[in-house]
């Protein structure tokens, strides 16, 4: 390796080092925040100078984590498989089948991804409503799942170019659409099904303003609207929140851990060929 | 059709489909029963007598903490005595409530009862389907009920001559001070500053004698409140809002007042903190005096006793001479129901919730102020808490003198308050921005927002 070359591997590394650092210091400062006691919830120190766990057990006591993040780890599977599921037909679809409109279904989706949510709120609260959907999970994620332009669009991109002669080969084969996408578009698509199933699934857990207002303060409250719980009239209780925040994350963090080996190996899995 | 004809073929995807949504159910289910908890009296509901059932909305309901707590407090003295009603409490916070009723109102299911903040009076009038509180009494309980009323807090709900919204959770500014530290400063903890000079002199002592920050007004806050800011306007002689609902806050007055906090800063007095680092500091011992709502009181006695050492309050500071005219935060009861059934029941609530009784647990487990005199005063109710625990005394006796908060009116009128205090407010008074040239500025932008 030449000097010039060391030298650009160590700026890469260096640069990446320092992304890492500036993405991981607010969780860092979170996890620090909830040991501290409310007299050094301000400090600015890193590692608390005097530790406690009170903000864990006051939070335990009080606050329903696991169903929290049972409600909430349900509704953002659900969404991102559905999501998932809806994108890929979509994308096979606008693909394979020529058809009158085409291209306007494809402008209509890049419209969709624009239009602030906020301005759906009070038509997908009418729905929801005349629907019987309002405090129920179904009510929670069938809303979201139009969500998954931007999916439609990424796999629209995806399958576009992938070799058509190998498509028409498999049909002049006897195989038909459904045989073509489950056994060679989507396995072959593992990779950006992952990534798109990772950023649906963040996307729905993320969710705050809806399931407030559809489920807001019951039993199928999400973590996100529960966090909110600690912000009051009365004054935030920091130390309490944070606590309450590493405490609904530890387990989506631990079931990554387990899964990193299988997601890494679907992002790999394909890149060579 | 090619679709339908290859889900036809691949049952395993409609399985997936089918086993997803399914799941959805399931879980809905197992929320209901899977911890055996039931929303209270729901298992009742088919019994002989049926309760009606009303839906509330709050925004202290299901918060954690004292909030919380008193509200659920509230509801189950209610239940006790009112077997044959059923509440159902939704929390929703401040910030969304109005936004969230809204919704619901739309889809023809709003709340019966909900309790939205003053500053969006204006906007629930605007864009509510409101039933005036007033209209749903039965004749002779409302002139009952409202006798026990301070009727400077009563007319917080009015509008077009009628009671609008019942003032349930009502706070006004108070001076909280830490004695301990006032006396490290060779301060006298028995005569608190009264003016805001005495404040600044005193808070001075205080970073010249101790460890700890002198003094910090909540007027620049993350919830955006503008009821200090209108406190202090108002007590220098001006006003939020002239006559004609255009921007008056730029006027010489205002420009004072706002000078004053900007004052406070530049001497050192004030620390150049945000509102919520304030809060930890003067719970943690460490700050000598903080002007904020009486809704923190109970918070800050928790604090106060854990880390030993003696709270105290006093009334808001005034301009010199001048007489103190606070304004209040908090939120009124909205009824929003056209069902006379529905009404009844949610007028027995309402009543319930500002009875002597309501007033009472609200002030001894939150800090909203009691808005009956008459419970201040029985010893039964909050007078012989009060006289052990006087802290919410100044706050009470403001309610005399009580301007009535001026909310901004209009689609973009917590826009325009927002502007207020983010691009005048907090800049003056933190930030060092000159009070005259912003406030000018911005209230030319806030009267194009407001503008009909």
Not at chain 1, 94 to 121: E, K
Not at chain 1, 246 to 263: D, E, H, K, M, N
Request: aromatic content about 8%; glycine content about 8%; proline content about 6%.
């Amino acid at each position: 390796m030449t000097v010039r070359e060391l030298r650009a591997t160590l700026s890469a590394h260096a640069l990446v080092v320092l992304v890492c650092v500036f993405s991981a210091l607010p969780v860092v400062w979170a996890v620090s925040t909830s040991f501290k006691g409310p007299a050094a919830i301000f400090a600015p120190d890193l590692v608390p100078a005097d530790p406690t766990l009170d903000n864990y057990r006051a939070t335990l006591a009080t606050f329903p984590v696991a169903r929290l993040v049972l409600n909430t780890g349900a509704v953002a599977a659900a969404v991102a498989a559905l999501q998932l599921l809806l994108a890929v037909l979509a994308a096979y679809g606008l693909v394979r089948f020529r058809f009158r409109g085409g291209p306007v279904v494809l402008t209509a989706l890049a419209a969709a991804i624009i239009v602030p949510q906020q301005c759906l709120i009070v038509p997908n609260y009418l729905l929801a409503a005349q629907m019987g959907w309002i405090d129920t999970y179904v009510g929670l994620a069938a809303p979201q799942l139009a969500g998954c332009a931007l999916g439609v669009l990424l796999l629209h991109q995806h399958v576009r170019a992938f070799p058509r002669s190998l498509l028409d080969a498999a049909q002049i084969d006897g195989a038909g659409h459904a045989t073509v996408l489950w056994r060679i578009v989507v396995p072959n698509l593992r990779p950006v099904l992952v990534a798109l199933a990772v950023l649906f699934f963040i996307t729905s857990w993320n969710e705050y303003l809806w399931p407030l207002l559809v489920a807001s303060g019951t039993e199928r409250a999400t973590v996100q609207v529960g966090l909110q719980a600690f912000q009051t009239e009365q004054g935030n209780d920091w130390g309490r929140m944070m606590a309450a925040a590493v405490l609904v994350t530890a387990p989506v963090l631990l079931a990554y851990g387990l899964a990193q080996r299988w997601i890494v190996a679907a992002f790999v899995q394909g890149t060579g060929r | 059709m090619v679709v339908v004809r290859m889900l036809g073929r691949h049952g395993l995807v409609m399985l997936v489909v089918v086993a997803l949504a399914a799941g959805c159910g399931a879980g809905g289910e197992a929320a209901d029963g899977g911890d055996g908890s039931q929303t209270p009296g729901a298992g009742t509901q088919q019994d002989a007598a049926e309760p009606i059932t009303i839906t509330w909305e709050s925004y202290n309901y299901g918060t954690q903490g004292l909030g919380g707590e008193g509200t659920q407090r509230l509801l189950d003295a209610f239940a006790e005595q009112h077997p044959d009603i059923r509440v159902e409490p939704v929390g929703t916070p401040a910030g969304e409530i109005h936004t969230s009723v809204q919704a619901k109102a739309a889809a023809g299911d709003p709340p019966e009862v909900a309790q939205i903040g003053w500053s969006k009076f204006a906007f629930a009038q605007e864009n509510l389907p409101l039933v005036p509180v007033q209209e749903i009494a039965p004749p002779g309980e409302w002139e009952a009920h409202v006798a026990g009323f301070s009727e400077q807090a009563l007319a917080i709900g009015e509008a077009d001559g009628q009671i609008v919204a019942m003032p349930y959770a009502v706070s006004t500014p108070t001076l909280f001070y830490n004695a301990d530290l006032l006396r490290q400063a060779g301060l006298d903890p028995d005569a608190p500053p009264e003016t805001w000079d005495e404040v600044r002199s005193a808070a001075l002592q205080l970073v010249e004698r101790t460890d700890a920050e002198g003094v910090y007004l909540a007027a620049a806050n993350a919830a955006k409140s503008d009821f200090i800011t209108q406190s202090l306007i108002n007590s220098n002689g001006g006003r939020l809002l002239a006559e004609d609902g255009t921007a008056a806050f730029d006027g010489p007055e205002a420009v004072e007042a706002l000078a004053m906090t900007q004052d406070l800063t530049e001497s050192g007095a004030q620390p150049r903190i945000a509102d919520d680092e304030a809060v930890a500091l003067f719970r943690a011992g460490r700050l000598g005096m903080y002007l904020t709502s009486t809704a923190l009181l109970a918070g800050f006695q928790e604090a106060a006793t854990d880390g030993d050492w003696e709270l105290r309050t006093a009334g808001m500071p005034a301009f010199g001479a001048q007489p103190v005219r606070v304004t209040n935060s908090g939120g009124g009861l909205f009824v929003l129901t056209d069902d006379p059934e529905e009404q009844a029941a949610a007028w027995e609530f309402v009543r319930f919730l500002t009875s002597d009784e309501a007033f009472t647990i609200l002030a001894t487990t939150i800090g909203y102020l009691p808005l009956r005199p008459a419970a201040v005063d029985d010893p039964d109710q909050l007078g012989s808490y009060l006289e052990e625990n006087p802290a919410l005394l100044p706050a009470i006796a403001q309610l005399d003198e009580l301007e009535p908060y001026q909310d901004m009116p209009g689609p973009d009128g917590a826009r325009a308050r927002e502007l207020l205090q983010d691009e005048a407010v907090a800049p003056i008074m933190l930030d060092g921005a000159d009070p005259t040239a912003t406030l000018s500025a911005v209230a030319d932008r806030v009267d194009e927002l407001l503008a009909p």
